[in-house]
């Protein structure tokens, strides 16, 4: 089956500790995109890629991380620099096209210690 | 900026009462309108696409259309199963990877 794949699905981060957060797709989609959910809030954006080897800051990439070294993967890094990290953390993908929907994973919860 | 305001933020039903949902948007040229479901502690499961006003889109109990300012999402006869978050989520002429989402409805129906 086609999809996207995130983990951990719970993660825990201590004091001046930087994690990452897995995304893996099958779905050969071209585009990429991590998204942040907070209770009462909107998903925001913190980065998304295009294509291989590019990507782009989102509304609120600060504190954040990511590469794309392989069209299925999008790895993101929440530094310590990120002083508010608490939140659940969501990987899409799509075509690339504006039209077409995007997809998402089951998403990463992450908590401070 | 583009902006997308849902309504109600929580709405309770009883099982077969029919509602609908509310997403009013603003944008600079909309590319097309989205309709997610979220249950709690997954991602969103995408359900509808919508491109220009006048157009409908229907799967199971669920209708979605779509106006100039803004769209519905109809419920008909709900089901327990139906309870969730919906999101409303805008692409426009402004970003080719942008989505703006609504903060969501939260959707319960009793048996």
């Known amino acids: 089956d086609g999809g996207i794949t995130q983990s951990p699905k719970y993660l825990f981060r201590k004091e001046g500790q930087n994690v990452t957060l897995s995304c893996e797709q099958n779905?050969?989609?071209?585009?990429m995109y991590w998204y942040r959910q907070d209770p009462g809030q909107g998903l925001r954006l913190i980065y998304y890629?295009?294509?291989?080897?590019?990507?782009q800051k989102g509304d609120i990439a600060e504190g954040y991380s990511v590469s794309r070294e392989k069209k299925e993967s999008f790895p993101l890094t929440v530094t310590s620099a990120q002083k508010n990290p608490t939140a659940f953390y969501l990987c899409?993908?799509?075509?690339?096209?504006?039209?077409?929907?995007?997809?998402f994973g089951d998403g990463t919860r992450l908590s401070i210690l | 900026e583009d902006q997308v305001t849902q309504s109600p933020e929580a709405l309770r039903l009883q099982e077969g009462e029919s509602s609908s949902l509310n997403c009013s948007y603003t944008?600079?040229?909309?590319?097309?309108l989205f309709w997610y479901r979220q249950d709690p502690g997954k991602g969103p499961e995408f359900l509808f696409t919508?491109?220009?006003a006048g157009e409908e889109k229907e799967k199971e109990r669920l209708k979605a259309t779509l106006t100039k300012k803004e769209s519905f999402l109809h419920i008909t006869a709900p089901k327990p199963e139906d309870s969730a978050t919906y999101l409303c989520a805008v692409h426009s002429g402004g970003s080719n990877y942008k989505l703006t989402f609504g903060k969501g409805t939260l959707l319960t129906v009793n048996p």
């Open positions: 899409a993908s799509s075509t690339g096209d504006a039209n077409q929907p995007q997809h």
């Open positions: 944008v600079s040229g909309l590319r097309g």
């Open positions: 779905l050969n989609h071209d585009a």
């Open positions: 890629s295009q294509i291989v080897n590019d990507f």
């Open positions: 919508l491109y220009s």
